[in-house]
């Protein structure tokens, strides 16, 4: 039998993880995932969406602020940098400070009076599919390369969700 001999507090995080990863409720693993990357990129939102990649139009599956945005809320993102970016190239996007809030989303002002001033969107890819977002959203103006890196895998945690669905 392993015995404890060091306090590791993110033991319980990660517990809750694994059995959400085993489980079969997509939302109780973003929720997880969410839990997890707190410590590391302090974010105040994090949404999951679901792509409809022939609206180009995101669906809402999880929010940590369901009030502010709520689950089964959406965005059309055709014709936008950012659709092209994220979703269509796939890569991750990286928004640093209100002003990059501005110029990439809609909502700018209901991200700017939750105190929100830069975001990680990060695409859930799968066989070269885009299936849809992990997006962080944090109080503080600047991203370091920890930060994305810890939101790149809370995006590949969250793939067994994402395909999962319907």
């Known amino acids: 039998m392993l015995r404890e001999t060091t306090p590791f507090p993110e033991r319980d995080r990660i517990s809750a993880l694994a059995d959400a990863c085993a489980g079969e409720d997509p939302v109780a693993l973003f929720a997880a995932i969410d839990a997890c990357a707190r410590p590391v990129l302090g974010q105040t939102l994090?949404?999951?969406?679901?792509?409809?990649?022939?609206?180009?139009?995101?669906?809402?599956?999880?929010?940590?602020?369901?009030?502010?945005?709520?689950?089964?809320?959406?965005?059309?993102?055709?014709?936008?940098?950012?659709?092209r970016h994220v979703l269509l190239e796939r890569r991750i996007f990286v928004g640093e400070g209100i002003e990059a809030i501005r110029q990439s989303f809609d909502d700018h002002r209901a991200i700017e009076a939750l105190g929100l001033k830069?975001?990680?969107?990060?695409?859930?890819?799968?066989?070269?599919?885009?299936?849809?977002?992990?997006?962080?959203?944090?109080?503080?103006?600047?991203?370091?390369?920890?930060?994305?890196?810890?939101?790149r895998l809370s995006g590949l945690l969250a793939l067994p969700g994402m395909m999962a669905l319907p």
């Not at 969406?49 to 689950?71: F, G, T």
């Not at 830069?118 to 599919?129: D, Y």
């Open 118 to 151: 830069s975001v990680i969107n990060v695409p859930l890819v799968a066989r070269g599919v885009c299936l849809g977002t992990m997006n962080f959203l944090m109080p503080a103006a600047e991203v370091g390369a920890d930060k994305i890196a810890c939101a």
């Open 46 to 83: 994090c949404t999951v969406n679901r792509l409809d990649i022939e609206r180009l139009a995101l669906v809402r599956l999880y929010s940590s602020d369901p009030r502010s945005y709520p689950p089964g809320g959406g965005k059309d993102k055709r014709g936008t940098d950012w659709g």
